[in-house]
């Protein structure tokens, strides 16, 4: 019987040894603008999905499962993206919660590709930015940049 319970002890110990490890080796470190950030692609799910510029056009932002997606900026054609969620070294996401309720902050780190322009259409291709989402659980929307929404599923 204590055999069976030293065991099962060790399986779990396992099991969160593992669980670590994966987790820390998928914190990716990035430079932008002399600054070093950490990111992660456990990108919460209500963050997830298809983002329209004051609720109805374009530009859009779209985060997709896997980290990839779109970044549309003013007046320009969609970059296809690539996007990591700001932890800090250990992978723990940086969330600013308010005092008042549910609602919580956060940075997506992303990086442009092209986008099939040139001039400074196009000059985004290959760099890295960082955006700022809020889930604003009292109004129904995750809310990119402050004018980019998605209804909170």
Known sequence: MKT????KVIGI????INS????????????INNKTYY??????????GYYQYEKTKQPI????????????????KA??????????????????KSEVNN??????????GSNGETGWRGESAGTYDRIEAT?????GYVIILGERFKKIN
């Open 103 to 112: 609602n919580y902050q956060v940075v997506l780190i992303l990086l442009y």
């Open 61 to 76: 932002v779209e985060i997709n499962e896997d980290g990839m997606g779109q970044f549309q900026k003013h007046g320009v």
């Open 4 to 7: 069976r319970q030293l065991l």
């Open 13 to 16: 110990f396992i099991v969160v």
């Open 135 to 139: 889930v604003a659980y009292d109004q």
């Open 20 to 31: 670590v490890s994966v987790t820390a080796q998928s914190v990716q470190k990035f430079t």
């Open 79 to 96: 970059y296809p993206v690539e996007y990591w969620i700001q932890t800090d070294e250990n992978g723990v996401i940086q969330k600013v």
């Open 39 to 48: 990111g992660t692609k456990a990108i919460p799910e209500e963050i997830k």
